[in-house]
């Protein structure tokens, strides 16, 4: 069994970022639209756009940014922020799983 870190980032108002709500980003930025990425991670429309929600609250700017519908539908985007806090994220979730491993491994 190798041992790995499972991260959420508290800001103090009962707010956290996980890898749940991360994963809803990546996945707005993939399908294209808050709905397609609730359906990718199997939660409903309404679930996803609290979460998203959420998140923009956390920073106070767009993480996600919605289209209004027209002739071509609506939609969602990830902003260049949104993407920034997506890879901060994740390139946390590796330093601290890196960290673990190695603190663990000088307990063998």
Do not use: H
Not at 26 to 46: D, H, K, L
Not at 77 to 83: N, P, V
């Amino acid at each position: 069994m190798t041992p790995r870190a499972a991260i959420k980032v508290d800001f103090g108002t009962g707010v956290r970022l996980g890898p749940g709500k991360v994963e809803l980003l990546e996945c707005v930025e993939q399908a294209g639209s808050i709905a397609a990425a609730a359906r990718c991670m199997n939660m409903s429309y309404r679930r996803a756009w609290l979460l998203v929600d959420e998140i923009n609250g956390i920073f106070g700017q767009p993480v996600v940014e919605t289209v209004t519908g027209g002739s071509g539908g609506g939609g969602a985007r990830i902003t260049e922020f949104g993407k920034r806090v997506v890879t901060s994220f994740r390139d946390l979730e590796q330093e601290v799983d890196a960290l673990v491993k190695a603190r663990m491994a000088k307990l063998k």
